[in-house]
């Protein structure tokens, strides 16, 4: 008897980043060519999977994917199925419901084996309880951030850190014609591996990292110390939740339909004034936003996001489900989605990059040549790691 031809269905959740479409193609290709699977592509993350918008992916569609920026499929970091926002009421407000049983019923309808979620940490916080109600997924690790715990690397992370790194390099020459402090402020959210990368590769006199909660005096000496020698400009790199010792995390927003309300930026608009205010030296603040999110994938992440996405289809071939696909070293592996949801992995004192800043003598925000286990203070929020079960806790279908 012929053996019935499987289906698989895929999305993108939460915020875009270079090499989504570059996994797509894998996933699309590797399913066609290598297992003659049909693949069906939901719109707009978990959106689509809840409102039942989807469209089959066919080989002639995955063609092209490999270089091109942004997700074909769509988006979005307000779509959690078990905190959905619908608008309701005469005043169109949005209220928040678990529409997750709809999400099965449609994933069900479409007689899919199983689910390719590519997202961060919300998007496998919510995969961890679709697969507790019976979804089969298999996880795809994506976002600049590059803190999903259980992989070394998240694809989006190096084309983030080439275009953060390209600023810098504009930036510092403009900053040796005037003698100016600038301070360039890179996303990251609450960790500093965005900031810690691109300010080794920019040449980063300065980088205050969440980690390391930063003391505004080492800064200004470190600004001073390098005038006396001569070097009337610093690079200031700063990751967007950075803060003061003692100070609090700034926000440029707060977004009510998403399961993580809150968006950080700004910091460095203190830091400048701070540095500023201490020291006479002219600053000035530029902010990469999602300038970082955008364009071609570097080359190091369409091989990365490639080889996750035929890794994912040999795990839907083999029935191998509940799984996010992993790089350790340079071997790809895997880990229960249970295990990263919820979750976030910050630098720690022990990071080799840490240390080789150290051994540069680059300022982390902190004393120079000072223990730095002192000064280390774990960056990730406790209401934001549990956020996904918060949210749900106050919902119902
Ligand atoms: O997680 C990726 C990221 O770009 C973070 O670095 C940043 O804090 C956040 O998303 C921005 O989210 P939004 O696109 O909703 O403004």
Not at 153 to 161: H, I, M, N, R, Y
Not at 193 to 201: E, I, R, V, Y
Not at 245 to 258: A, C, D, N, P, T
Request: glycine share 12%.
């Amino acid at each position: 008897m012929a053996r019935k031809k499987k289906r698989i269905g895929i999305l993108t959740g939460g915020g875009d980043c270079p090499g989504l479409n570059a996994a797509i193609r894998a996933v699309v290709r590797t399913a066609e060519v290598e297992f003659d699977m049909d693949v069906v592509g939901f719109r707009d993350g978990f959106e689509g999977l809840v409102q039942n918008k989807y469209f089959e992916i066919t080989l002639s569609q995955a063609s092209g994917l490999l270089a091109r920026g942004g997700t074909i499929l769509g988006t979005s970091n307000r779509s959690d199925p078990f905190n959905y926002p619908v608008l309701q009421g005469d005043n169109e407000e949005y209220v928040y419901l678990d529409r997750s049983s709809q999400a099965v019923r449609n994933f069900e309808s479409l007689g899919l084996d199983c689910l390719i979620a590519i997202g961060g940490d919300g998007t496998m916080s919510a995969s961890a309880r679709l697969i507790e109600k019976g979804i089969p997924i298999i996880g795809i690790p994506k976002t600049i951030d590059n803190d999903l715990v259980g992989t070394d690397v998240t694809f989006g992370f190096d084309s983030a850190l080439v275009t953060a790194t390209d600023a810098i390099d504009k930036i510092h020459t403009t900053a040796q014609s005037h003698h100016r402090a600038m301070i360039v402020e890179v996303m990251g959210r609450y960790t500093g591996w965005l900031a810690l990368s691109s300010g080794l590769a920019g040449g980063g006199d300065i980088i205050l990292l969440p980690e390391f909660p930063y003391d505004i005096e080492a800064i200004c000496e470190q600004v001073r110390v390098r005038n006396a020698r001569g070097k009337t400009f610093s690079i200031v790199v700063v990751g967007e939740g950075a803060r003061q010792q003692g100070g609090e995390l700034v926000f440029r927003s707060k977004i009510k339909q998403s399961s993580e309300s809150t968006r950080l930026g700004g910091i460095s608009h203190q830091v400048a004034a701070q540095i500023e205010g201490l020291t006479n030296i002219e600053c000035r603040v530029t902010i990469l936003g999602h300038l970082l999110r955008g364009g071609i994938p570097s080359a190091y992440d369409r091989i990365l996001a490639t080889r996750f996405g035929v890794e994912a289809v040999h795990m839907a071939e083999q029935g191998s489900f509940g799984s996010m696909v992993t790089l350790q070293g340079s071997k790809l592996g895997t880990i229960p989605i249970s295990e990263v949801a919820g979750k976030m992995r910050p630098l720690t004192v022990e990071n080799s990059l840490i240390k080789t800043a150290v051994s540069l003598g680059i300022c982390l925000g902190v004393p120079v040549g000072e223990d730095l286990n002192k000064y280390y203070e774990n960056p990730i929020p406790e209401d934001t790691a549990s956020a996904a079960s918060l949210a749900a806790a106050n919902s119902s279908e």
